[in-house]
């Protein structure tokens, strides 16, 4: 049974756990009973060279010196068997290019409900810089005191002693310390050589001059300590631990420097400060470009190289882009070069060198080949080390370090090479996961395109800048006609092939400057920034349908869809981007409903305007208040010119907003469910001014608009009963009129409702016909006396022929069969001389008058 994990450890258990650890230092580790790793955290490949997948399922053991396996052993063996929970302790671990970090260990023993032993969970810490400091003091406190004491023979010495006559000659000097620096400390040489090849690091004291230590010693009887460098005849670097002592002897006070070769423990003081600081910067999530020039600096210094770069690997061809340099006199070094050059001047480092060969190599004798070889000539490379940065499965590139001098480097140069690639490639992993992430919260996943929060962004974005700068944008609102047959015929997964096609023929047709998305289902959405002007944006508009309809094939189908697209521009249509979507999706249903295919949003069309919206509640106040008025516009005969009829139209009188017209109201009525009183309030009032007009001997039709609920609502005909039987009005004298798609609606039920009608005496008009879709078969049964032709075939009577031929084919069809055919929208005199050449009846327009209350309606 596993135990629970004590809340104050870390959860290696847990899936999650590792993205959270691996930006921690220290190692975090699990093991089992036996004592193989079962979780390490990242950092353990910082601290060995190794990584966690070869090291998962090892025991730990295999990586402990081994000098110290039976202490270890012997350890937690005790741990164990005294019931204890925690377990402290130092020791010396492998690493991948054969040296040994010193570790500090702490770890819990996990033990099941029985208090049997189930595994390990701990942490490791480097140590290593600590322990060699105080490994190194220790050493040089003791080599001090033999010195000081005379305890040992002086050419026995292990550790470099220079002793000086009182005329700062060297006297003598141990024969290890000679050989390294040379005549600078031969027997009798002035002490002013020494100081002229020790120099001070970091700015601390010299060795000579007044206020120098040798002076210091000399005059206060004191120890004098500092660090300097010495660069051998190679080119190697040392330093030093200098101390100054003025011994006393029988004799005399005889200065002697003493010299410990600390450059081991600097060094990884300074490889362990850069790993750190690098580290820090990667979590601290300083820019990509800026950590790689900060690596490529790094690296550099602390492992005294003439050059060093970051390498990406671009592809699998040998590509390689140079994303950071130090040393480097051009930015452009062509990393193009043979296998065969390149082995044995790269340092293996796990399989480093072979995949950087692998990626370099180039067909033989090639002109890049020589272009490259001929470059590292010139500029006197001699060595290279390269480590893998990332691993070699997703390999990111490469940390390459040159040399103008040969040089071997060593295990543990390599492996802070490794250490610090490392961290670049967590630094690269972890941009990678957020450019990821930013990529799913962003796009959608099944088409790649935009999504709507992207959308929405861009549109804020494009807006804001629109404002400033004046340039016009579009929106438009895609949905694909039947897309759900789809779905529901042949399955999703065709569904979502059908998408994916047509969303990458959406990429494909529009520029990078624009934004294609997909909201949801089958919806897209196509930001165009800029636009010229609204034609430019239909003309995108209706490409894109063509491209919606151009067949797709898939699953061996051939499949031919249809799209609808709504169009709304910015200022135009509003400069806020919920808005610029809602009239969007206004247009793209009033395409879908017109089968026109592409609509641009027009206000007046819109039911689900915020001013509309407020009128619901407002609309029945009205009613109940007499705010609703009905105005009469006349109808004239077109032989005589005698006032022939009216049309009752209502008209809402708002007492803050005014007169509103019908097109923003009737809509909304039929919506809420008001258009029943309404119709019958106009009914009643135009019933009533008929009554009126012919107690004053003016007998006039009055024509009444039925919309299409009421006319299918069965009570349109209790109705006109009941406001005859009021007002005592003569059914004749009352004209219904019906639109085509109320009609054609539920033919059957509007026939049968019409007759009814038309028994009781009523006159049944058909309004705006050759608008829908009315058949002739229809129209033959339906039992109508009045025609009217709808006011858009009047335009440009004069230049368009072909409206010309349609009014008077209608003219022609209603006298035909036997009714009546009346024209609206007629405004100008050449309008109403053609309609009288054509012989129609009766007109109705601006010509002969507006809309007007019943008192100023103008008559012979």
């Known amino acids: ?375 590292w000539r010139r500029r006197g490379i001699a060595g290279t080390a390269a480590v893998v940065v990332g691993g070699t499965a997703s390999c990111f590139g490469f940390l390459c370090v040159q040399t103008t001098t040969p040089r071997a480097f060593t295990a543990d140069e390599v492996a802070f090479m490794s250490s610090v690639a490392h961290v670049v490639a967590a630094a690269v992993e972890r941009r990678r996961t957020e450019e990821w992430i930013r990529h799913r919260a962003l796009h959608d996943p099944l088409t790649g395109l935009a999504n709507r929060v992207l959308l929405h962004d861009r549109l804020h974005h494009a807006l804001a800048a629109q404002q400033r700068d004046g340039n016009r944008l579009a929106l438009l609102l895609v949905d694909l006609d039947r ?102 999706d206004v247009a793209m249903y009033r395409a879908k409903q017109h089968g026109t295919g592409v609509e641009t949003y027009e206000a007046d069309a819109d039911l689900n305007r915020p001013e509309r919206l407020g009128y619901g509640g407002a609309l029945r106040e009205a009613l109940d208040c007499g705010q609703l008025q009905v105005h009469y516009q006349p109808k004239r005969d077109l032989r005589t010119g005698e006032l022939a009829g009216v049309e009752a139209l209502a008209r809402w009188q708002h007492p803050t907003q005014g007169l509103i017209p019908p097109d923003s109201f009737i809509p909304l009525a039929e919506q809420t469910g008001l258009i029943r009183p309404l119709t019958a309030h106009v009914l009643a009032a135009a019933l009533e001014q008929a009554a009126r007009w012919a107690a004053a001997g003016l007998r006039l039709h009055v024509a009444v608009n039925v919309s299409a609920r009421s006319l299918h609502d069965g009570s349109l005909v209790d109705e006109v ?30 026939m049968a409702v019409a007759a009814r009608l038309r028994e009781l005496g009523v006159r049944m008009a058909l309004d705006d016909f050759g608008t829908g879709y009315s058949s002739l078969a229809y129209l033959r049964d339906l039992p109508v006396d009045v025609l009217k032709i709808d006011r858009s075939f009047l335009q440009d009577l004069s230049t368009n022929c072909r409206n010309v031929s349609i009014v008077r084919s209608v003219i022609d069809l209603g006298h035909n069969l036997g009714m009546r055919v009346v024209a609206e929208g007629v405004e100008t005199p050449e309008a109403l001389d053609l309609l009288q050449d054509l012989g129609c009846d009766q007109g109705q327009g601006y010509l002969f008058g507006r809309p007007v209350p019943a008192a100023d309606l103008v008559h012979p």
């Open 1 to 375: 049974m596993s135990p629970s994990p004590d809340p104050a450890e870390p959860d290696a258990t847990r899936p999650d756990a590792a993205p959270l650890l691996d930006d921690l230092d220290e190692v975090v580790f699990r093991t089992d009973a036996a004592g193989n790793w079962t979780f390490l955290s990242s950092a353990w490949t910082r601290l060995t060279g190794f990584t966690v997948e070869e090291t998962l399922g090892t025991n730990f053991l295999d990586y402990v010196h081994q000098d110290e396996v039976e202490r270890t052993l012997a350890l937690f063996g005790a741990v164990v068997s005294g019931g204890a929970v925690h377990c402290h302790h130092e020791g010396r671990y492998r690493t991948s290019a054969g040296g040994y970090r010193h570790v500090r260990l702490r770890a819990k023993v996990l033990r099941d409900e029985q208090g049997g032993v189930v595994g390990n969970v701990g942490t490791l810490v480097d140590v290593t810089a600590e322990r060699l400091g105080a490994q190194a003091a220790a050493e040089h406190a003791h080599l001090l005191e033999l010195v000081a004491a005379g305890g040992a023979a002086f050419d026995d010495l292990p550790i470099g002693v220079v002793e000086l006559a009182p005329d700062l000659r060297v006297r003598r000097c141990t024969p290890a310390l000679r050989q390294l620096i040379g005549p600078a400390v031969e027997g009798g040489a002035p002490l002013s050589r020494l100081g002229d090849v020790l120099r001070p690091t970091g700015g601390g004291p010299v060795l000579l001059g007044p206020h120098g230590m040798v002076a210091t010693a000399a005059a206060t009887g004191r120890a004098q300590h500092a660090d300097l460098a010495f660069r051998n005849r190679a080119g190697g670097e040392h330093e030093f631990r200098v101390t100054v002592l003025a011994l006393q002897s029988a004799q005399e006070r005889v200065l002697t420097l003493v010299l410990q070769d600390v450059s081991e423990r600097r060094r990884a003081e300074r490889q362990q400060s850069a790993v750190s600081e690098l580290g820090g910067l990667a979590l601290a999530g300083m820019d990509l470009p800026d950590l790689f020039a900060r690596t490529a600096a790094a690296v550099r210094g602390v492992l005294g190289v003439t050059h060093c770069e970051v390498l990406e690997r671009a592809d699998d061809e040998g590509t390689l882009l140079t994303r950071a340099t130090s040393g480097w006199a051009a930015p452009d070094f062509p990393h193009v070069l043979d296998r065969a050059e390149l082995e044995g001047t790269i340092v293996p480092a796990g399989d480093a060198a072979s995949l950087l060969c692998d990626l370099t190599a180039t067909v033989h004798h090639s002109e890049e080949r020589r272009r490259a070889l001929a470059w």
């Open 483 to 584: 897309f759900k047959e789809v779905n529901d015929t042949l399955g999703h997964d065709v569904g979502d092939r059908v998408l994916q096609v047509v969303a990458e023929r959406l990429r494909q047709q529009f520029r990078e400057t624009d934004t294609v998305a997909r909201l949801g289902g089958d919806e897209f959405a196509v930001l165009l920034d800029p636009v010229s002007g609204r034609r430019y944006a239909e003309r995108l508009a209706a490409e894109l349908r063509k491209q919606i309809r151009r067949p797709i094939a898939v699953e061996g189908l051939t499949l031919h869809l249809e799209g609808s697209v709504g169009v709304t521009l910015a200022p135009d249509h509003g400069e806020e981007p919920v808005g610029l979507l809602k009239r969007a």
């Open 721 to 750: 009963v009941q406001q005859l039987e009021q007002t005592r009005t003569p059914a004749s004298a009352l004209e219904l009129e019906l639109t085509e798609s109320a009609v054609m609606s539920n033919p059957e039920q509007a």
